[in-house]
T-cell receptor, first 115, second 113 residues
Framework: GAVVSQHPSRVICKSGTSVKIECRSL??????MFWYRQFPKQSLMLMAT?????????EQGVEKDKFLINHASLTLSTLTVTSAHPEDSSFYIC???????????FGQGTRLTVV | KQEVTQIPAALSVPEGENLVLNCSFT??????LQWFRQDPGKGLTSLLL?????REQTSGRLNASLDKSSGRSTLYIAASQPGDSATYLC????????????FGQGTTLQVKP
């Protein structure tokens, strides 16, 4: 299957700092990627849709100024958590589809801990 | 609006048992449904994808079915093994089918040796 790589897998940062998470499609191009968040013992919730060459689309309740998304190429989307606070501590995971109506492939996820 | 529900939230079975995980969805105009496995602290591994035109898909000891009319999908695991212990998630796209997925809450499976 297709490969989506996410980096870093784990990050600890101080409150007030920013953290960037990368999501790459290794063997296919993706004009659209998706960012999800998963709190402990909960399921995945979609945060935003990353669109190559245009603005991201955020789900209701997700602060676009806090979670900056950049999709500068067909194989890379980045999520920057700005001015992170302890409540932003979560598991962030991205996905991409090699085409429409096909399987979604997920990255390994990033465990963010804000102290 | 598509909503996805999984029951039970947790399941514990002895090794070797056959088991069924359930997933229900509210919008029967479904494009596809995907089953994933998630190990603790890890990302998602795609297990099976069922297109709307299909009734079932099989991969090894796994068999997933799709019944659009009743809004249900099941994941059947044959001859369960301790290595099958994980959380199993089902997900379906919303009506717009933009590639994003709506996830169920997951079923955490424990297979005891």
């Amino acid at each position: 299957g297709a490969v989506v790589s996410q980096h870093p897998s784990r990050v600890i940062c101080k409150s007030g700092t920013s953290v960037k998470i990368e999501c790459r499609s290794l063997d296919f191009q993706a004009t659209t990627m998706f960012w999800y968040r998963q709190f402990p013992k909960q399921s995945l919730m979609l945060m935003a849709t990353s669109n190559e060459g245009s603005k991201a689309t955020y789900e209701q309740g997700v602060e676009k100024d806090k979670f900056l998304i950049n999709h500068a190429s067909l194989t890379l989307s980045t999520l920057t958590v700005t001015s992170a606070h302890p409540e932003d501590s979560s598991f962030y995971i991205c996905s991409a589809n090699p085409g429409t109506a096909t399987e979604a492939f997920f990255g390994q996820g990033t465990r963010l801990t804000v102290v | 609006k598509q909503e996805v529900t999984q029951i039970p939230a947790a399941l514990s079975v002895p090794e070797g048992e056959n088991l069924v995980l359930n997933c229900s969805f509210t919008d029967s105009a479904i494009y596809n449904l995907q089953w994933f496995r998630q190990d603790p602290g890890k990302g998602l591994t795609s297990l099976l994808l069922i297109q709307s035109s299909q009734r079932e898909q099989t991969s090894g000891r796994l068999n997933a079915s799709l019944d659009k009319s009743s809004g249900r999908s099941t994941l059947y695991i044959a001859a369960s093994q301790p290595g099958d212990s994980a959380t199993y998630l089902c997900a379906a796209p919303p009506a717009s089918n933009t590639g994003k997925l709506i996830f169920g809450q997951g079923t955490t499976l424990q297979v005891k040796p």
